[in-house]
């Protein structure tokens, strides 16, 4: 009976540490890559959205953002309502970590 209960005891404790350590269920961590795709899709047609100048210059350029604005800026302007362009815009949490990843990614090369 004691070694049953120190089994199950030592299974207790061995699962209560990889739940502690565990990611939040299907939590995925942001990828430049799709908000490239986000951007290209979504904001090129007033940012410059593209180290090689795909884009337009109506607003400003997303090298631009990420070498004047932080993560946490860029993440909490994106989830905010927008002025008269971007108005009526908006992005899921993901789509905001993505796009912030990818802006986060052109200020890295700008440092290069």
């Known amino acids: 009976m004691r070694a049953l209960l120190a089994v199950v005891g030592g299974l207790g404790v061995l699962g209560t540490g990889l739940w502690l350590s565990a990611s939040p269920a299907g ?4 990828s430049a890559e799709a908000g490239a795709d ?3 899709r979504w904001c090129a047609a007033c940012h410059v959205v593209a180290p090689s100048g795909a884009g337009t210059d109506a607003a400003p350029a ?14 909490a302007f994106l989830a905010q309502p927008h002025a008269r362009p971007m108005r009526g815009f908006s ?22």
Do not use: C, G, H, W
Request: hydrophobic share 40%.
């Open 38 to 40: 986000l951007a290209a």
């Open 27 to 30: 939590a995925v961590a942001p």
């Open 62 to 75: 997303f090298t631009t953002i990420a070498n004047r604005r932080s993560p946490p800026e860029i993440r």
């Open 91 to 112: 992005l899921t949490t993901r789509e905001i970590d993505d796009v912030t990843a990818y802006i986060e990614s052109l200020q890295q090369k700008a440092e290069r």
